[in-house]
Nanobody, 127 residues
Framework: QVQLVESGGGLVQAGGSLRLSCAAS????????MGWFRQAPGKEREFVAA????????VAADSVKGRFTIARDNTKNTVYLQMNSLKPEDTAVYYC????????????????????WGQGTQVTVSS
């Protein structure tokens, strides 16, 4: 079955960096667009970043643009989220998600568009 397993979360001071990884199995990774979402306590899940199935073009939420970068390695079935200049408001559980697509140039920013989700990894940024 399809599994998405996130790792790399933890506790970091404001201004620090973390790199999240999401390892996918049970699917043909290169046929899935990938995304990262997050959910803070008491808040709705929100879009963070997304990448096309072939990599290359990406999109990020305004709140993280210039600080977070999404990337993927289709040879390792893994998508990454490099997070720099972290702020306390970035504290959340971060989820990766996969969407099957035949469109090589598309990425997706709505959670409802995604087919599979990971279990999440906690990121806590202290001030």
């Amino acid at each position: 079955q399809v599994q998405l397993v996130e790792s790399g979360g933890g506790l970091v001071q404001a201004g620090g960096s973390l790199r999240l990884s999401c390892a996918a199995s049970g699917l043909t990774f290169s046929t899935y667009a990938m995304g990262w979402f997050r959910q803070a306590p008491g808040k709705e899940r929100e879009f963070v970043a997304a990448i096309r199935r072939s990599g290359g073009s990406t999109v990020a939420a305004d709140s993280v643009k210039g600080r977070f970068t999404i990337a993927r390695d289709n040879t390792k079935n893994t998508v990454y989220l490099q997070m720099n200049s972290l702020k306390p408001e970035d504290t959340a559980v971060y989820y990766c998600a996969a969407k099957k697509t035949y469109l090589t140039s598309s990425y997706y920013t709505r959670g409802q568009d995604y087919d599979y989700w990971g279990q999440g990894t906690q990121v806590t940024v202290s001030s």
